[in-house]
C-alpha cells in the first residue's frame, strides 16, 4: 500500500485544484477582444473562433460560453501536466522537483491577473491565449521529444500543434520556424542523408505554412463570404511607421497621401509621434506603447473607414481590404525614409518585450532581467562545456530562441503586452531549473538518451 501512494502523482493535484479553483470560483471573463472572436470577425485567426463555434452550435447561446470554460481550464490543467511529465522522465526527477515545475508552469495563470491592467484571467476568458498557451506547452513538450527520442511521430505531432498554434495567432507562425531549427538541428547532430532530410524539413515547414493559408482563406470564405486572408495586417504595421514619420512627400499615389495626411494630422495634434516622445530609450518605447492603440484605431481605422463609407462601401470586409491595400502603399513609400526610427522604435519595443518574457518593465527588474539572461548565458555554457549532448541544453536553447522570436516577431506589428509574450516565462525558469539540475549532478542530468 505504502509503494502505491509512493508511486501516485501528487505533484499532479497541483495544476488540477488550482485550474478546478478557477472554474469553480471564477466567472467567463469577456474582454476588448472577446466579441470579435465570438463574432468570427475577419482580423481574428480562425482556429479560437471556430472551437467558439463548434460549442456555440452544440449547446446554445446561453450555455456554450460556461462548457468553454470548463474545457479550457481542464486543458491548460492537461498541457502543464503532459509537460511536467515529459520532462521529469526525461530528467528522472522525484515529486518534489514535478511539483516546482509545475508551479513555474502555472506562473502565466498567476501573474497575468494580478499585472495586466485588464486583471485578466487566462483560461477564464474568452480570448486567444486560452487556447494559445496550453497548445504551446503541448508543443514545447513534442519538440523536445523530437530532439531527445528523433521519433517520427513527436516530429510530427509538435510540427501540426506548431500549425495550430499559428491558426490561432498570427504571432505563433514563430513556432513552424523554430520547429524548423530543431528539426534540422537534430537532422545535422544525427550526420545521416544530411542533404535529403534537411529538405525534407523545409518542405514540411513550406507546406505549414502553404496549409496555414489555404486553412484561413478556407475558414473566411466559409464564414465570411471572402476567400482572403485576414484583414488588418498592413494597418498595423502601418500605425508604427506613422509614429516614426515625418512627411508625405514620398508617398506618389494620390488616394494614400491623402489617407495618410489625414492620419498624421490626428497624430500631430495630439502629441502620437516620436517628436513628441520623452529622450531615452526606455521613454520611447514607453511613448509608443501608449500610443499605438489609438494611433491603429482613432487615427487609421475610425477616420479611413468613414471616407470609404461616403465613397460606398457598404461591407465592412471589402472596406478593410482597401485599407489594408492604401495601407500597404503607404508603408513600402515611406519605410525606406523612416527606417532608421522605425528600427530605433522596434528596438526599444522588443526590448520591453524581452523584459516582459520574464519579468516586469520597471526600473529595478530591468536590471534584473539583464542579469537573468546573462546568468542563464553562462549556466547553459557551464552546462555544455560539461556534456555537449546536455538535455537541459537543449531545453534552454529551445526556451530562449522561443523568447527572442516571439519577441521579435510581436514587436514588428505591435506592442509587446504582457500576455502576448507571457509564453516565454515559464520555459525560461523551467529550462534554468534543469541547467542547474544537470550541474548539480541530478540523476539523469547531461547525456542525451533515446
Known sequence: MIRKWKKFPF????PVLFFAALWLLGTTGIYNDSNQYIAMHI??????????WIFRSLFGETKYLDIVRFL?????????????????????????????????????????PVFSASGLVLSNGVISEALGLPLFYLFTAQCMKMVYTRQRGAALSSLLLSLFLSLVRGQMMFTILLWLVFAG?????????????????????ALAFGTRT???????????????NNTFGSVGLLANILYAADEAERIADQDARVMFELSYRLAKEQGATYQDAPEGFFNRAAHLEKWHDAIK??????????????????????????????????????????????????LALACYGLIRSIAVVHPLLNWYALTAYLAYIVLAALAWRKNHNSNAVWLAAFSLLAVLANVFATSMI??????????????????GLMLLYELAGGKNAGELKH
Not at 505533484?11 to 497541483?14: D, G, K, T
Not at 538541428?185 to 515547414?205: D, M, Q, S, Y
Not at 505591435?414 to 529550462?431: E, H
Request: net charge neutral; charged share 20%; glycine share 4%.
Open 214 to 228: 489555404l486553412l484561413v482563406k478556407s475558414y473566411n470564405l466559409v464564414f465570411n463570404g471572402y476567400f482572403i
Open 72 to 112: 479550457q481550464n481542464g486543458l491548460a490543467a492537461f498541457s502543464v501536466i503532459w509537460l511536467a511529465e515529459s520532462l521529469k522522465k526525461r530528467f528522472d526527477f522525484g515529486q518534489w522537483m514535478e511539483a516546482l515545475v509545475c508551479l513555474i508552469l502555472l506562473a502565466p495563470h498567476i501573474i497575468t
Open 11 to 14: 505533484s499532479w493535484l497541483l
Open 185 to 205: 538541428a537534430v537532422v545535422i547532430v544525427e550526420k545521416k542523408k544530411l542533404a535529403k532530410r534537411l529538405l525534407i524539413c523545409v518542405v514540411c515547414t
Open 414 to 431: 505591435i506592442m509587446c503586452l504582457s500576455r502576448y509574450v507571457i509564453y516565454g516565462l515559464p520555459l525560461f525558469y523551467v529550462s
Open 43 to 52: 482580423h481574428r485567426e480562425p482556429l479560437y473562433s471556430f472551437f467558439l
Open 297 to 346: 484605431f482613432e487615427m487609421i481605422e475610425e477616420p479611413w473607414r468613414q471616407l470609404h463609407d461616403r465613397e460606398g462601401f457598404i461591407d465592412y470586409i471589402p472596406e478593410n481590404v482597401e485599407s489594408d491595400r492604401i495601407a500597404a502603399i503607404i508603408v513600402k513609400s515611406l519605410l525606406p525614409a523612416v527606417l532608421g526610427r522605425w528600427l530605433y522604435d522596434y
